[in-house]
């Protein structure tokens, strides 16, 4: 059975198996927990549903289209894929590897090569790799997380939607504003911190690397588990960001055993390769650990989340599916596979 079938299966009732989990210990905790999961799989549904309506649609009306495989299937095939942002080299890839198994398997049958396109498509994002889809703590220290990314792309609601995340965990969370260069960026996340009800520190017109400072020194008195840091998102001079970011990574290194946990890149999924342009950018000037797609329900072309693992070579982490705090998920390969391709399967 093909990796097609085995999330159609899993998904399809949205009753992903949640036994395996050994921290489930009784039918309480497996009813709770099977809810969560099914609440999760249809955010990824609803989430995604304009990409599925937009170029799995055109996926669909391919195969229809088609009675046998051709050249010029082939060569649709990779104009639609193209203008799901899935990007031209991932393209030309996966083209080649779709041929290349149409030939050995002698498939003449567009229909049958539903099932070998999702298979090809997960491949390319896992690519051999053991990808974390979730933050990694510190078992040392207090766990600091820096958040970068251009103005605009939704980068303080997205702290604040992980910080909540975490609090509901029974985290004690820190936000720190270090973003001193925007005007009112750190009254907004003073703000969301006040909505979530989680700790904050922060000055403006302050240098950012000592607002960390001072930031993760009161977290460690105060004994938080969790410090997200907001940070300029200018990319106008590079240079000067990646300076100001190396001073508050030797900053983070000073005071935190082992360092920085994560570097996440938060990056608007509506701006398509002007996104994915961002992600290389910021990864030429800093360690990125993992992305954060945020309005992936506004675009037809979700095809970025390929697009940009491929790029940069660097996971998504979570994404964003929707205004509400529930709307930011952890990224998962499978649900995201099944919330795109469902009306494939």
Do not use: C
């Not at 609440?39 to 055109?58: C, T």
């Not at 099932?115 to 498509?121: G, K, N, S, W």
């Not at 920085?260 to 990125?288: H, M, P, R, W």
């Amino acid at each position: 059975m093909g990796l097609f079938n085995k999330i159609k299966n899993m998904f399809k009732s949205t009753e992903k198996v949640v036994e395996k989990d050994e921290n489930i210990k009784d039918d309480t905790s497996k009813n709770e927990s099977k809810k969560q999961e099914e609440k999760s799989v249809k955010v990824y549904e609803k989430g995604l549903s304009k990409s599925r309506n937009g170029f799995v649609s055109k996926l669909v009306n391919l195969t229809n289209r088609y009675s046998k495989i051709t050249d010029e299937y082939f060569d649709e095939l990779e104009e639609i894929l193209i203008m799901a942002d899935i990007g031209v080299n991932t393209v030309m890839d996966f083209i080649d590897r779709l041929k290349d198994r149409v030939k050995k398997e002698n498939i003449s049958d567009p229909s049958e090569l539903k099932e070998i396109i999702v298979d090809e498509l997960f491949i390319i994002y896992v690519n051999d790799e053991v990808l974390s889809n979730k933050i990694n703590f510190n078992d040392k220290d207090v766990t600091v997380v820096l958040f970068v990314g251009v103005n605009g792309v939704g980068k303080t609601t997205t702290i604040a939607k992980i910080a909540n995340k975490y609090k509901d965990q029974g985290k004690k969370i820190l936000l720190v504003g270090a973003d001193t260069f925007r005007a009112g960026a750190v009254e907004q996340l003073k703000e969301w911190s006040d909505k979530v009800g989680v700790g904050f520190y922060g000055k403006e017109d302050s240098d950012p690397a000592s607002v960390v400072y001072d930031g993760i020194e009161l977290a460690k008195k105060e004994k938080y588990d969790l410090v997200l840091i907001d940070t300029a998102g200018r990319l106008q001079n590079k240079v000067n960001l990646m300076k100001e970011l190396e001073k508050i990574n030797k900053v983070i290194d000073s005071l935190v055993d082992g360092g920085a946990s994560e570097t996440l890149l938060v990056v608007d999924a509506t701006t398509g390769q002007n996104g994915i342009s961002q992600a290389k950018a910021f990864k030429e000037i800093t360690n990125i650990t993992g992305i954060v797609l945020t309005k992936l329900d506004g675009t037809a072309k979700g095809g970025i989340v390929l697009a940009i693992k491929e790029s940069v070579g660097v996971p998504v982490k979570y994404i964003g599916l929707g205004e509400t705090k529930d709307d930011l998920q952890v990224f998962d390969i499978e649900k995201y596979i099944y919330g795109l391709f469902k009306d494939m399967m």
